[in-house]
């Protein structure tokens, strides 16, 4: 007997973020909704409490099941700076700057999912060790993509923004979704 397929809203302006997630749970027959509302960001260094708050925010507006995403960058040599407050200091620096100031650095890009089922918020978690491109890609469709290159499972060589598919396989991303799609018991194959 086939699954039914579960439909979860995304709460997010950035549509390309929503496809990459559809494209990601596919397989678990889940279909993502778009949800683009803009919900205010308290800024604080936890991302884990950026998205607690956001996913209840979310929920207080539409009462549907959803989820929540905040990705974050962790530069060791500034002590895991800038984490919860990377769009902000990408904003103010941009791929050219932000290459220039750390580029050869290492850093952790991790993936914060906050799920509502409507009884309580489940967190889900995904990280991917990488050095910071000393110049960045052209393709800046993701932003910071364009100067994250993972160095796990492997040292690939060239960031994200360049690696086409292989990223949806190894994205810190997809962790935080396949720990989603388990607790969901649906999967990723």
Known sequence: MARSQLKIWFVSSNEN???????????????????????????????????????????????????????ALYL????????????????????????????????????????????RVHIFQGEVKGLVAKTPSLNTEFQWDSIFIPTEPRDYGIPFADLGDEKHKISMRRKALNEFCRHLKRPIE
């Open 17 to 71: 973020k929503r496809k990459e997630i559809q494209q990601i749970v596919a397989t678990a027959n889940v279909e993502i909704l778009a949800a683009p509302l803009r919900i205010a960001e308290l800024q604080f260094d936890d991302i884990r409490e950026v998205v607690h708050r956001k996913t209840l925010e979310a929920f207080s507006q539409i009462q549907r099941p959803l989820l929540v995403e905040h990705t």
């Open 76 to 119: 060791t040599s500034l002590n895991g700076f800038p984490g919860g407050q990377t769009q902000h200091f990408w904003d103010c620096l941009g791929p050219n700057k932000f290459s220039e100031m750390f580029g050869g650095s290492q850093v952790c890009a991790k993936s914060v999912l906050g799920y509502c089922d409507g009884r």
